[in-house]
């Protein structure tokens, strides 16, 4: 009994060893296999880093402005007997706007009109009088000064019916009505705002060591994330003479077409003002950039150094410059004719095998126009 227990343990020790044995030799083996093992080579991308002469400009925040805009308001006060306008609707100079109450003023019109020929009808016969020395100089003068009295109380009252019909001052867009009928003006109180928007002026702003590199009708450009997709053209058309003293920036107004008046007053736009010189930079797909905190870099794509053939990956940092597009230029760190990955960079590792495949590559272009504007 106990030589059958003692040959049945020595027996279940020698299959666990056996197994053991086959086991380890399994694990040595895929330990080799992965030493082995060479990863495929990744497919990505290329571009090649090409020289670009690009516009020299310079760039500045702005705040448009109507060439003419204004709140109308009563000149004298009265009650609101006749509106003539409809909110946002398009004026042509001079077109009547509001009227208000003059009853009273065209009841005093003829007593003072009848008071003026009277006057004048005097005036007249002290003249033939003075002439032939019945009446004095002094009477004369009364004549005189009666007739001039009665001119003007006749222009005053004239003037007055006229300053409550409300007329637009200039062409424009109008804005929300700020009266009701039958309402009592005071002098002063707002009626509506009238801005002419087809031009439009750019108020912006540029740092004193660029005034020297602008001038009065160098070309600026003007877009803004209310008009997606849209560049304004125009020109600059004032220069202030003072500089700020606090920011030490110099004040400039261009000019800029309104076509369908998509662009408004106090609208905030970015605004290009294009110089004459141009830059010469070298360039590359801005995604193909692997941005990091402790350096910008990209992967070079050159030929595998193992003796195996193939392309592999390079890792080199770059001092990045200007952005324009879908490009970047680059002041250092790549040479002119060098492939680097174009796209996916984030997933890349350096010394990493490629392939190089552009079907799928983007079209890369300085001034895109994505679909999704």
């Known amino acids: 009994m106990k030589k059958t227990i003692i040959f049945s343990i020595i027996g279940i020790v020698a299959l666990i060893a056996i197994l053991g044995g086959i086991k380890a030799l399994q694990i040595g083996k895929m330990i080799d296999n992965g030493k082995k093992f060479v990863p495929p080579p990744e497919t990505v991308t290329s571009a090649t880093v090409a020289p670009f002469s690009w516009e020299s400009s310079l760039t500045a925040v702005g705040t448009l402005t109507a060439v003419q805009g204004v709140t109308i308001a009563a ?23 509001l009227r208000q109450d003059i009853s009273s003023e065209e009841a005093q019109l003829p007593g003072a009109v009848s008071q003026l020929t009277l006057a004048n009808a005097s005036l007249k016969r002290a003249d033939k009088l003075f002439a032939d020395g019945i009446i004095s100089q002094s009477d004369h003068d009364t004549a005189v000064s009666n007739a001039a009295q009665s001119q003007a109380l006749v222009d005053t009252i004239r003037a007055t019916i006229a300053k409550k019909t ?53 070309p600026v450009r003007v877009n803004s994330d209310a008009l997606p997709g849209e560049t304004v053209s125009g020109k600059i058309t004032a ?38 010189q141009r830059q010469n930079v070298l360039a590359l797909p801005a995604t193909s950039v692997l941005y990091a905190p402790y350096g910008d870099s990209v992967y070079l794509i050159e030929k595998n150094k193992d003796g195996k053939g193939g392309m592999a990956l390079r890792q080199q940092f770059v001092r990045l410059g200007e952005k ?26 350096n010394g990493q095998s490629v392939v190089i495949d552009n079907k ?14």
């Open 166 to 218: 409300v007329r637009a001052p200039f062409s424009g867009r109008l804005g929300i009505r700020q009266v009701n009928l039958g309402q009592i003006l005071r002098d002063g109180d707002p009626i509506v705002s009238l801005q002419s928007l087809d031009p439009i002026y750019v108020d912006f702003s540029l740092p004193q060591q660029q005034l020297a590199q602008v001038r009065a009708g160098m």
């Open 75 to 97: 000149e004298l006060p009265g009650k609101v007997v006749n509106i003539h306008f409809e909110p946002g609707t398009s004026v042509q100079k001079g077109q009547i706007l």
């Open 324 to 349: 324009r597009g879908d490009f970047v230029a680059v002041t250092s760190g790549v040479k002119e004719g060098e492939s680097v990955v174009s796209t996916g960079v984030f997933k890349l590792r």
């Open 239 to 276: 220069i202030s003479p003072l500089i700020d003293s606090e920011s030490r920036n110099i004040k400039l107004q261009a000019t800029v077409a309104n076509r369908g008046e998509k662009l408004r007053p106090g609208l905030f736009v970015n605004v290009v003002v294009g110089l004459p």
């Open 360 to 373: 799928l590559a983007p079209p890369f272009q300085q001034q895109p126009k994505p679909e999704n504007n």
